[in-house]
């Protein structure tokens, strides 16, 4: 790749590009281009685009030399990120969720570890890994160092600690006696001695050169969940299940005093830097600062939109941080409680965070697989952006493109503008998670899927202007309902469930007229094919199936993903089938035969999403890996790659053609250009309607009816001052068991 000397030597310009935005670019998306150097020019641009005029001029030339026709394909944000600009750096050599990290003394060093028992050393200041460490046989729950930084402790639900010295990684010690996971550890100020918790209901206080237990503290009612040691090394206090924290006499393991107030879990204390506070964070969803010696609660720090799971105070003790299932952190001021500055960037919970010694710097881990580096300024506020709040699970466009509507775990649909994404409508009235959402070709029905066993149908054009007008509920499934599907005349509507049926149902009464069964797992997608006479459904028993819609038979099983089968979906033309697992591939089928024609690798996780180009050209894939990739239908060959900053969850074509919409475990949904990628016209399906064969063009959604002669023909929209090419599939679409069917 090449850049435009301008922006190689920012000197040979009267203008020169503001260094610091684009250090800060290239640090973010350094654990990116570490793997994928050849996309640095659209990985650096998708930041510096939202910078200043003067920016912008000098990416000027290189944007348009990059978009001209025969120019190698990339793919452009088009929606501003969901991240603060306090987000430094990002650590993503994890492959599973990270709950455990820790500074070392002198901020040079980061250690980490996750649910495989991996323990991570990094280089604080540019985030390359030193040393991976299979440190124990399951989870690793918590890591810190000791007071000098020669060595770090880990601890996990294997029951055991281990003490390793950093520099080496070498094993010096392994800790036994606990009857349950070790939950939490802490070193003594004179590094020769540490606390751990435990889910054995217990405290213990070893002796690291002997590795034997001095004293085993007991008393809590539930669950041991974190620990800490006041800075003269005479008291420690734990968290526990039982919504506790009890301050500990250290030399005699005397219980000083019990801290109630908590109306869940207690997650997370510490202890502020001069020992007179000890702030705790927990499931209730606030943090709680308490007079060490007399216990008293002086403040209670709500803003948390779920648990907290981690707190620290800074090292002056005047600010303090959190991190919460709400996959946010949040700074607070220590005197009064107030929260001063909300940090987005993570995209799933929150679990651990830690100051550097400085105090200008937070290391903050996470169940999306990362651990992020933020700036710390105190001057700064913030305000959460407008979206959802937690995992986006769906995303679908209407026919012509203008309006999107999405689902999520925050119980909401939305409904926006395609073109600028800002939301109109909010449709409230599920009680659990959103797991699929639909819209008919003109938005005047929007159709979800719920966690509460209901599909809802609604209009989102009437009733309360944040709610929308339910028109029905569809009640049938026993088990959460994950997917659903509109026919291609939208009569009709498909729905997959957890309880391992598909049903039909009338969209115009809401009746149920057809139950599938047959999958031996959860049912998580399903679609109709372009004729509108068959289903196919994807499931945890990895596998796909094929049915008819008239008679509920199955027609057809392929065979060949070894995980989960997450989404499934048909060429506009159904002569193939792509499916997407958790196994990190995409298959393409033949639709006639059940023959796999190519498997698509490259993913690195879980690929959650799967659609198609309207012209059949494209396949294009979504995945926890965060890449957005675009592949050849023809060959099976990866065309582009966009890393984004969140775990892909969901993903839906434009239907022009030049956008797509995908959706993250965040709550962010990004807007994405496809710049310099060939296509050919729209493939569309006639319908018939009242015995006139119909089609309804895709760019000015005019109703055209048509001669039978027409159909398998490539033909341009009569609509005056339209001239949109199109290409009519060889059969139609129209009511089942009536004449809908390959022709």
């Not at 609660?297 to 090292?315: D, I, K, M, Q, T």
């Amino acid at each position: 790749m090449v850049l435009r000397p301008a922006i190689q030597d920012p000197a040979s310009t009267q203008r020169p590009m503001n260094l610091k935005a684009f250090s800060q670019a290239l640090e973010r998306e350094a654990h990116n281009l570490t793997q994928r150097p050849e996309l640095l020019w659209q990985q650096i641009y998708n930041h510096l685009q939202w910078e200043d005029e003067r920016t912008l001029d000098i990416l000027e030339p290189e944007y348009s030399r990059r978009s001209e026709f025969g120019a190698a394909p990339w793919l452009r944000i088009t929606s501003r990120p969901r991240e603060s600009d306090a987000l430094q750096r990002v650590f993503s050599a994890h492959t599973d969720m990270v709950f455990a990290c820790d500074i070392s003394p002198d901020s040079t060093t980061v250690v980490s570890g996750d649910t495989l028992g991996i323990l991570k050393l990094w280089k604080f200041a540019t985030g390359e890994e030193t040393l991976s460490i299979q440190a124990h046989s399951e989870q690793v729950t918590t890591c810190t160092f000791s007071p000098d930084g020669s060595s770090l402790v880990s601890g996990s639900t294997d029951k055991t600690l281990c003490l390793w010295q950093t520099a080496s990684g070498e094993k010096l010690r392994t800790l036994s006696g606990h009857d349950g996971p070790v939950t939490a550890c802490a070193f003594f100020p004179d590094g020769r001695r540490l606390a751990s918790a435990s889910w054995d209901c217990s405290l213990k206080v070893w002796d690291l050169a002997r590795g034997g237990v001095l004293n085993t503290l007991e008393g809590h009612l539930g669950f041991v969940s974190c620990c800490a040691i006041s800075p003269d090394g005479a008291t420690l206090v734990s968290g526990s299940w039982d919504g506790t924290l009890r301050c500990w006499e250290v030399e005699t393991g005397r219980e000083l005093r019990c801290l109630q107030g908590h109306n869940d879990r207690v997650l997370d204390c510490t202890f502020s830097p001069d020992g007179r506070w000890i702030l705790s964070a927990s499931m209730d969803g606030t943090l709680r600062i308490w007079e060490a010696v007399s216990g008293r609660e002086l403040h209670r720090l709500r803003g948390h939109a779920g648990e907290v799971y981690g707190c620290a105070f800074s090292p002056d003790g005047v600010l303090i941080v959190s991190a919460g299932g709400d996959q946010t952190l949040r700074l607070w001021e220590s005197a009064t409680g107030r929260q001063r500055q909300m940090l987005e960037g993570h995209t799933r919970d929150g679990s651990q965070c830690k100051f550097a010694a400085d105090g200008n710097w937070i290391v903050s881990a996470s169940t999306d697989h990362t651990l992020r580096v933020w700036r710390v300024d105190p001057d700064q506020t913030s305000t959460k952006q407008d979206g959802h709040a937690g995992r986006v699970n769906a995303c679908a466009y209407t026919q012509d493109g203008s309006v999107y509507v999405s689902g999520g775990d925050d119980v909401t649909i939305r409904v926006g503008n395609a073109a600028n994404g800002e939301i109109a409508e909010v449709l409230r009235g599920h009680t659990a998670k959103v797991w699929d959402c639909v819209i008919t070709a003109g938005g005047h029905q929007v159709v979800s899927a719920s966690a509460d066993r209901t599909l809802r149908v609604w209009d989102p054009r009437s009733g309360d202007s944040r709610s929308g007008k339910v028109q029905h509920i569809l009640k049938g499934h026993s088990h959460e309902v994950l997917a659903c599907a509109l026919s291609p005349d939208e009569a009709w509507l498909v729905s997959g469930s957890a309880d391992r049926t598909l049903r039909l149902w009338d969209l115009s009464t809401g009746k149920n007229k057809q139950v599938f069964t047959g999958h031996q797992g959860e049912v998580t997608a399903c679609a109709f094919s372009p004729d509108g006479a068959r289903v196919l459904s994807a499931s945890g028993d990895q596998t796909l199936r094929l049915w008819d819609l008239a008679t509920g038979e199955c027609l057809r099983r392929f065979l060949g993903h070894t995980d989960f089968v997450y989404d499934c979906v048909f060429s506009p033309d159904g002569t193939y089938i792509v499916s997407s697992s958790a196994d990190k591939n995409l298959k393409i089928w033949d639709t006639a035969t059940g023959q796999v024609r190519c498997t698509l690798q490259g993913h690195r996780d879980e690929v959650w999403s799967c659609t198609v180009s309207f012209d059949g050209r494209y396949i294009y894939s979504a995945s926890w890996d965060t890449s957005l990739r675009v592949w050849s239908a023809a060959t099976g060959s990866e065309l582009a790659v966009l890393l984004l900053p969140g775990m892909l969850q969901c993903l839906a074509v434009h239907p022009g053609g030049k956008h797509l919409l995908c959706g993250d475990t965040g709550g962010g949904l990004h807007r994405i250009e496809l710049v310099g990628f060939e296509s050919g016209p729209p493939i569309v399906t006639a319908v018939e309607r009242d015995g006139a064969l119909t089609l309804r063009c895709p760019a000015c959604r005019q109703l055209h009816q048509l001669e039978t002669a027409w159909l398998g023909q490539e033909i341009i929209c009569p609509t005056r001052n339209c001239g949109t090419g199109v290409r009519i599939n060889p059969f139609v679409a129209g009511s089942i068991g009536g004449r809908a069917g390959w022709l």
